[in-house]
C-alpha cells in the first residue's frame, strides 16, 4: 500500500469512526417537545427580560394583592414577621457589620423579583397569580423600596427590564483562586508552631442556641 | 484502685464513665440538650449494662428465636439506633418546608451516609412525584428540544459515582465565632453517596447544543421552582443525571425520581426533582444566585458564582455529641473532602496546632469525594484542643477561620471552609470553641 493510499485509508476509517460516534449520540431516546408545552413549563426570567410574558401592573394594585397574599408572612411593609423575610429595607448597610440584604438594598436584577415570585410565591400556592398580578405585585415590592416612585407607574415586559436596582453594580465573579491564592501551595508548620499554647476565645456553650434552646440569632 | 475501663472486666461499669455521665448530668444547664440527649441514648455510653446477658451468663438472644425474614420487608436500623437521626435547629428558619436538618455525621464511618441521614434542604418542601409522570424537558439552544420519561433516561448509558454534597451553608452560623455545640449542626449539610446516573452530556447530545450555548438553567419540580444556572462547560465536564442513590431510588427528600448531581460544587445547584433544563447563552440571575449563594464581602460587595467547595475537613470524634469516654487508647475520626479533586493529605493538632501529624488515610480516596481518616491516640485525661487540616490535589490547604475572615469578613454566610476546633476537657467532655 502506497503512503498515500495508507493515510487514504486512515482518513477514511477516521471519518467512519466520528459518523458512528455522532449516531452513537443520537439514540433516538425520548420525544420531541412541543412549542405548547415548553411554553407552559418555561417559567425563567432573565434580567434581559427575556421570558417576561405579555402584561402590565402598577405598585397601586400590587398593594391589595400583597396586603392580602404577603403580609401575613412578609409584614405590611415588606419589614418581614418573626423569621420570614423582610423584603424592604436596608439602603446603605452592605458594609455595616450586620447588614440588612432586601430586594432594594442588595438585589442586582429587578426581573429576578418577578422570577422567583412567579414560581415560588405565594408560599404554598406557587404559581398562582396571573401575569397581570405577578406586574402589580413586583411594582408593589420595587415601591416600597422607593425604586419605582409613582404608584401608577405601569410595570409591564417592556418596563420591567429597564428598572435599574441600587446593588447592581454590587456584584463580582467569584475571584477565590487569585483573592485567596495564599491558600495554596504552602507548606504548613507540624512541629513546634507556636511557643504558647492557644487560649480559648469563645466557647459554644456560652452562646447556648444549640438545639433543646428556646431562642437563637437569626441567621439568613 | 480505680479500674480502667480498657482492662478485661470492667465494661459492666467504670468508675471513670460513670463519673463521666453524672457529671453530664449533674452540669445539666451548662451541657446542651443535645449533648445531654445523645449522651442518655447512646446505648454504648450507657451506665450499666445487664449482668444476666454478660458472661458467664447466656442471654435471652441465645435462646429464643427472633424475627423472621417477612418481620420487615425494609430494613430498618437496629432499635438501639433510635438517637442516630437527622436534626434540625427550630430557631433557624420560618417553616420547616423552608428548612434544612442535619446529617449527624458522628454517628457514622467510613465514607458513604446511609440513605435516610442525608441532610435535608428544601426551599418549598420535599415534593412528591409519581414516577409515570415524571417528565425532564431539555430546550432552549438546542436542535431538538426534547421531554424525556423516567424510562427514558433509563435507556442511556449509565455510570456510578461517589460524591460529596455539602451545602454552601455549612458551617455558615460559625462566621461570627463558635456557635452551635455540635458537629451534626456545625458540619452536617454534607453528605456522600454513589450515585447511578447518565452523564447529562448524554441528554444534551441527544438534543444538540447550538453553538451560542454556553449556561444551562435547571429548575426543579418542587413547589419552589429552585432554579440555579450552571456554566455548559462543567455541564459537559462532569455533571450526572442521578435516579439511584446507593443502589436504590433515590429518596424523596433527594428529589425522586431524578436530581442533578453538581461534583464538587455547591448543593444548592444539585436541582432535584428535576423537571427542566433550558440551555441559553448567558446565567439567567435567579433568586438562588442573587439573593441566597453570594458572598458578602466587608467592602459591601458580594461574590457571585463561587460555585466550587473548598477543601474542609473535620474531626467527627470526638466531638460535642461524641466525647472520649475512656482513657488510655482512643480513635480520632473525622471527614476531609474537596470540591476541587482527590484529598492528599490531612494533619491534626491536639495541642490546639503547636504540633501536627499527618492522619491515617483510610478506604477509597476518590474525586470530589468525602474522606475517612483515623488518628490513634493514647489519651490520660489531658485537655485537648483538637483540629484537622486538609490538602487537596491542587495544593490548596484548609485555612483558619481567622485567615478567612481577613479576607472575607464574617457577613459570607456561605462557604465556611475554616479549620474546626474541639476542646476535650479532663472528663472527656468536648466543646465546640475557637481559640487565639
Excluded at chain 1, 412549542?35 to 391589595?64: F, H, M, N, Q, S
Excluded at chain 1, 452592605?94 to 429576578?112: C, M, N, Q, V
Excluded at chain 2, 489531658?382 to 472575607?408: C, F, M, W
Aim: aromatic share 8%; hydrophobic share 35%.
Amino acid at each position: 500500500m502506497s503512503r498515500f493510499l495508507k493515510r487514504a485509508s486512515v482518513a477514511a476509517l477516521v471519518l467512519a469512526a466520528s459518523a458512528s460516534a455522532v449516531l452513537a449520540q443520537q439514540l433516538g431516546v425520548g420525544r420531541e417537545a412541543t412549542v405548547a408545552e415548553i411554553k407552559a413549563w418555561d417559567i425563567a426570567v432573565r434580567p434581559d427580560g427575556k421570558g417576561l410574558p405579555v402584561g402590565k401592573g402598577t405598585a397601586a394594585r400590587g398593594e391589595t394583592i400583597f396586603q392580602t397574599q404577603c403580609a401575613t408572612c412578609h409584614g405590611e411593609f415588606g419589614e418581614g414577621k418573626g423569621r420570614w423575610p423582610e423584603l424592604a429595607g436596608g439602603h446603605g448597610t452592605l458594609k455595616a457589620d450586620r447588614p440588612f440584604k432586601t430586594i432594594g438594598s442588595y438585589w442586582p436584577y429587578a426581573t429576578t423579583v418577578f422570577d422567583y415570585v412567579r414560581r415560588a410565591m405565594p408560599f404554598g400556592n406557587a404559581q398562582s397569580l396571573s401575569d397581570d398580578d405577578l406586574y402589580a405585585v413586583t411594582a408593589y415590592l420595587l415601591s416600597l423600596n422607593d425604586i419605582v416612585k409613582d404608584p401608577n407607574f405601569e410595570l409591564s415586559e417592556k418596563t420591567l427590564p429597564a428598572v435599574k436596582m441600587p446593588n447592581a453594580d454590587g456584584f463580582y465573579d467569584d475571584d477565590r483562586e487569585v483573592s485567596e491564592k495564599q491558600f495554596w501551595a504552602r507548606k504548613p508548620c507540624m512541629k513546634e508552631c507556636s511557643k504558647e499554647a492557644a487560649a480559648v476565645i469563645g466557647r459554644a456553650m456560652a452562646v447556648d442556641v444549640t438545639p433543646g434552646q428556646k431562642a437563637g440569632p437569626k441567621v439568613d | 484502685m480505680t479500674k480502667s475501663p480498657s482492662e478485661p472486666g470492667s465494661d459492666v461499669t467504670t468508675t471513670s464513665r460513670r463519673k463521666f455521665m453524672t457529671s453530664t448530668l449533674a452540669g445539666g444547664m451548662a451541657m446542651t440538650g443535645v449533648g445531654r440527649a445523645s449522651a442518655q441514648q447512646k446505648p454504648g455510653s450507657a451506665a450499666v449494662a445487664n449482668p444476666k446477658n454478660l458472661p458467664p451468663n447466656v442471654p435471652d438472644w441465645s435462646k429464643v428465636l427472633g424475627d423472621g425474614v417477612a418481620a420487615h420487608p425494609y430494613g430498618k436500623p437496629s432499635k438501639f439506633e433510635k438517637h442516630v437521626v437527622r436534626r434540625d435547629v427550630e430557631w433557624l428558619t420560618a417553616s420547616r418546608e423552608s428548612s434544612v436538618n442535619f446529617t449527624p455525621l458522628h454517628e457514622l464511618d467510613g465514607i458513604i451516609t446511609p440513605n435516610g441521614l442525608c441532610f435535608e434542604r428544601h426551599h418549598g418542601g420535599a415534593a412528591e412525584i409519581k414516577p409515570l409522570d415524571y417528565r425532564l424537558m431539555i430546550h432552549g439552544l438546542v436542535n431538538k428540544p426534547l421531554i424525556f420519561t423516567l424510562d427514558d433516561l433509563k435507556r442511556f448509558p449509565r455510570t456510578n459515582r461517589i460524591h460529596f454534597l455539602e451545602c454552601a451553608a455549612n458551617s455558615g452560623m460559625e462566621w461570627r465565632g463558635a456557635q452551635l455545640n455540635g458537629c451534626q449542626f456545625t458540619h452536617g449539610m454534607v453528605h456522600n453517596v454513589m450515585y447511578t446516573a447518565v452523564p447529562l452530556k448524554a441528554l444534551l447530545e441527544e438534543a444538540g447544543v447550538k453553538p451560542n450555548g454556553k449556561w444551562l438553567l435547571a429548575e426543579g419540580a418542587d413547589a419552589a421552582g429552585m432554579t440555579r444556572s450552571i456554566p455548559l462547560d462543567k455541564a459537559l465536564n462532569d455533571c450526572l443525571i442521578a435516579f439511584k442513590m446507593n443502589g436504590e431510588a433515590l429518596r424523596t427528600e433527594q428529589g425522586y425520581p431524578v436530581r442533578l448531581v453538581v461534583p464538587g460544587w455547591e448543593g444548592n445547584m444539585w436541582v432535584k426533582w428535576l423537571r427542566r433544563i433550558e440551555v441559553g447563552d448567558q446565567p439567567w440571575h435567579t433568586h438562588e444566585e442573587t439573593s441566597k449563594y453570594t458572598s458578602l464581602m466587608s467592602d459591601g460587595r458580594a461574590r457571585r458564582f463561587s460555585f466550587i467547595m473548598d477543601a474542609k475537613s473535620v474531626v467527627t470524634n470526638p466531638s460535642p455529641e461524641a466525647p472520649l469516654l475512656a482513657k488510655g487508647r482512643n480513635v480520632l475520626s473525622g471527614l476531609a473532602w474537596s470540591g476541587r479533586g482527590k484529598v492528599t493529605r490531612v494533619d491534626v493538632t491536639m495541642d490546639g496546632g503547636r504540633n501536627w501529624q499527618e492522619a491515617r488515610i483510610d478506604g477509597l480516596v476518590l474525586d470530589k469525594s468525602l474522606t475517612r481518616f483515623y488518628v490513634d491516640f493514647d489519651w490520660q485525661g489531658q485537655e485537648l484542643v483538637i483540629q484537622s487540616r486538609a490538602h487537596d490535589e491542587t495544593g490548596y490547604v484548609q485555612p483558619t477561620k481567622n485567615e478567612l475572615r481577613k479576607v472575607r469578613g464574617v457577613n459570607n454566610i456561605y462557604h465556611n471552609n475554616g479549620i474546626q476546633t474541639w476542646l476535650v476537657r479532663s472528663n472527656g467532655e468536648t466543646e465546640n470553641v475557637e481559640i487565639s
